[in-house]
């Protein structure tokens, strides 16, 4: 099961999730500076750091449908729907950008939602995931949305991506600061930003990565044994829809091995 939306909606309109939103979002611009006439999609809870991409030529918010979808943007025509986990409504080479935000940690099959963002990319498309760190302090404490499902260190993300037929291009980390409303705290939030860059850039509590497609892994022209081809799903237009209990701390059974 998957975080419902309302809890992450709710979460970023607190002000520890609104300072959280804004030391991703700078880190995002910084990577994603030059995007007029691209399309972007973002899958997960992608919607607070959409707007980042306005001169974009369109701009897409895909969600799981264990997650939930709330409709964006708040004015002119819905750009959001609910997606399969890895089958989404959208043509081969069809996005130039992907950002993946609270989406990867609580898929059920890591793999197969890499594969559907490959086949979705353009051959110099990019991706971006933002995952919750396993070494930082937010995927330890019970109290935010980057707490739940199945935090990454970054050899493993690395090992997903390769596996997936990515190439890893740049990493960061971000959130140094604790998960705690106390205003002073929160006050004290960019200089903990900026000492924990560096100081302990490894103990951040998010970990970001862009990834190109590797249009050279033998993987890429072949289709493993057993596994189905992709097909786009149908998505009722302006369906919305929310689960209402919490997902689990930790998946078990995924095809994964634990982390």
């Known amino acids: 099961m998957r975080t419902d939306i309302l809890d ?20 995002l611009t910084d990577a994603w500076s030059e995007i007029d006439g691209l399309a972007v999609a973002g899958f997960g809870y992608a919607s607070p750091y959409l707007a980042l991409f306005n001169n974009a030529e369109r701009v897409l918010s895909l969600s799981p449908g264990g997650q939930g979808v709330m409709r ?21 080479a069809s996005i130039d950008r992907c950002l993946i935000v609270h989406g990867l940690e ?5 793999r197969s939602l890499m594969r559907e963002v490959w086949r979705i990319l353009t051959d110099k498309g990019r991706v ?4 919750a760190h396993r070494q930082g302090l937010w995927s330890l404490l019970d109290t935010t949305p980057f707490a739940a499902g199945r935090p990454y260190h970054k050899r493993r993300l690395n090992t997903l ?3 997936s037929m990515f190439q890893p291009l740049q990493w960061s980390t971000g959130l140094f600061f604790p998960p705690h409303g106390n205003r002073f705290l929160l ?6 930003e900026r000492a924990g860059s560096r100081v302990w850039p490894a103990l951040g509590g998010v970990l970001l990565v862009e990834a190109s497609k590797d249009l050279m892994s033998p993987a890429a ?29 930790r998946l078990a059974g995924d095809e994964d091995a634990p982390l």
């Open 8 to 27: 992450f909606h709710e979460f970023y309109g607190t002000p520890l999730g609104r300072i959280a939103g804004e030391f991703i979002s700078e880190r």
């Open 72 to 92: 964006w943007p708040s004015e002119g025509p819905n750009a959001a729907g609910l997606v399969g986990e890895h089958e989404w409504p959208l043509p081969d």
């Open 106 to 110: 609580e898929a059920p099959a890591p």
């Open 128 to 131: 971006i995931i933002v995952v």
């Open 161 to 163: 991506l390769r596996e």
């Open 187 to 192: 006050r004290a939030a960019r200089a903990w």
């Open 221 to 249: 022209l072949i289709r493993p044994r057993g596994e189905r081809a992709f097909r786009p799903a149908t998505v009722p237009a302006g369906a919305i829809s929310a689960s209402s209990s919490q997902a689990p701390r």
